[in-house]
């Protein structure tokens, strides 16, 4: 089984719908993060969190909300879905140990029409 | 914005040939990564170089950090088709980490 994994791989939605992804880790890890991959533009961090309790703004928070609901799961939220959130969103996580490796998911292929 | 940028955007060369791509970033930093990404699918983490090391090895793969240049090498040698793919830098001044746009590798068997 995948390490970090999420839901939905792929979503299509209409602008103004609330979408909901998860992610979640079997790695044990403190630290989890979600990012948004636009073509050209690499890796964009929306938002991180290093421990149950600790929620932190990424470079590009805006529309985005996240929760945390234990060590092994971590939601980012779309809370009215716009176009220009179209792209494909990766969860990642990393540990403690000062290696700062990130292990990242599959992806979800949002689309908002 | 992002911290790191990569050059080339692209890159081409046939099978058996060295690829390199190059990594520039703007401010100091703890460490820098290297990973892959295969079309569409998620990251994968290659090498992590600290700022105290200027050279490291991993396999076929070998990275340099100048950080008095702020830059970074990644070198493939003797590709394979099978290295097609992007390859992003990464860095990591202090809580979270800044990706490039990536080079997108192609290797011609």
């Known amino acids: 089984d995948a390490d970090v994994t999420q839901t939905p791989r792929n979503r299509i939605t209409k602008t103004g719908k609330r979408i909901m992804l998860e992610c979640s880790q079997t790695?044990?890890?403190?630290?989890m993060y979600w990012y948004r991959q636009d073509p050209g533009l690499g890796l964009r961090l929306i938002y991180y969190?290093?421990?149950?309790?600790?929620?932190n703004k990424g470079e590009i928070s805006d529309g985005y909300s996240v929760s945390r609901q234990a060590q092994a799961k971590f939601s980012l939220s779309l809370e009215s879905a716009i176009p220009n959130q179209t792209a494909l969103y990766f969860c990642?996580?990393?540990?403690?140990?000062?290696?700062?490796?990130?292990?990242f998911g599959p992806g979800t292929r949002l689309t908002v029409l | 914005s992002q911290q790191g940028e990569e050059d080339p955007q692209a890159l081409s060369i046939q099978e058996g040939e060295n690829a390199t791509m190059n990594c520039s970033y703007k401010?100091?930093?703890?460490?820098l990564q290297w990973y892959r990404q295969n079309s569409g699918r998620g990251l994968v983490h290659l090498i992590l170089?600290?700022?105290?090391?200027r050279e490291k090895h991993s396999g076929r793969l070998r990275v340099t950090l100048d950080t008095s240049k702020k830059s970074s090498s990644l070198l493939i040698t003797a590709s394979r088709a099978a290295d097609t793919a992007s390859y992003f830098c990464?860095?990591?001044?202090?809580?979270?980490?800044?990706f490039g746009a990536g080079t997108r590798l192609t290797v011609k068997p």
């Open positions: 790695k044990g890890h403190d630290r």
């Open positions: 969190s290093f421990d149950v309790k600790d929620i």
């Open positions: 401010t100091s930093i703890n460490n």
């Open positions: 990464a860095t990591d001044g202090g809580y979270d980490m800044r």
């Open positions: 170089i600290r700022s105290n090391e």
């Open positions: 990642a996580t990393s540990d403690f140990s000062g290696r700062d490796e990130q292990f």
